[in-house]
């Protein structure tokens, strides 16, 4: 059950089994491939405003030639329109950042070496504390407020958009241009920060999508076939 490790724990009886020659198979199923171009997500997929808690999760899996936007609806620099409400979760070179409204925050480790990670972020505004935690470790720790909402901007997964004042056209709309090669699955949006016991369990097991507080799941497990032939996941 803890679909990790070298050991299956026989939690009645003790007759614990060694794993020889195995991996897990995790996240299970299907994933959706980013090859220098993003994925736009629903104006409404992720929204909360600066007094609302929130958990951001989802697997991810590049290598140092892919590395690029993970989610993101924005740059995350102070500068952009509705900067207090706009984040980006990217690659910088070797570096995995977070940063909104000119606020940075650094993943230490190495996640670009092309195996499958567990990013989960947590923002908890009544003890004032933001969580990032990869691979059920937590990685690193700020102030809550920090952080304003999240809202508008152009919601992405593997890559980013942002919107700044134009003299002519008063918005113009600029690509960062660091694209994501690689793969994001099980992307999930929750309206609480719950406990790392739970944050554990779902970078072992997946989400059945009628969680309490689930406000966006995307599992990419289904595939259909459009009637230009194409298969769409």
């Known amino acids: 059950n803890e679909g990790s490790g070298d050991y299956v724990m026989d939690k009645t009886q003790g007759a614990n089994a060694k794993v020889m020659g195995a991996s897990w198979a995790v996240p299970r199923g299907y994933s959706l491939h980013f090859a220098n171009e993003g994925l736009k997500l629903t104006s409404n997929a992720l929204n909360r405003t600066k007094e609302e808690d929130y958990t951001m999760m989802f697997w991810f899996k590049t290598d140092r030639d892919g590395r690029g936007v993970l989610v993101s609806n924005g740059a995350g620099t102070k500068e952009e329109i509705g900067a207090e409400n706009i984040f980006n979760i990217a690659f910088e070179a070797e570096k995995l950042m977070y940063r909104s409204n000119g606020f940075a ?6 996640w670009s070496d092309g195996k499958w990670h567990h990013y989960a972020m947590t923002v908890n505004r009544g003890v004032n504390v933001a969580n990032i935690y990869v691979d059920k470790e937590l990685r690193t720790t700020f102030a809550a407020d920090n952080l304003g909402g999240i809202s508008g901007g152009h919601p992405m997964l593997g890559a980013a958009l942002y919107d700044v004042p134009d003299s002519v056209t008063k918005v113009a709309t600029i690509d960062t241009r660091n694209w994501l090669t690689g793969n994001i ?9 719950p406990p790392e016991s739970l944050l554990k369990t779902y970078s072992m097991k997946s989400p059945n999508g009628d969680e ?3 406000l966006t799941y995307l599992a990419f497990d289904r595939q259909e076939r459009l009637k230009n032939n194409k298969i769409e996941t």
């Open 212 to 214: 309490a507080g689930l």
């Open 105 to 110: 925050a650094q993943v230490p480790g190495d």
């Open 185 to 193: 699955d099980e992307f999930c949006f929750f309206a609480q920060a």
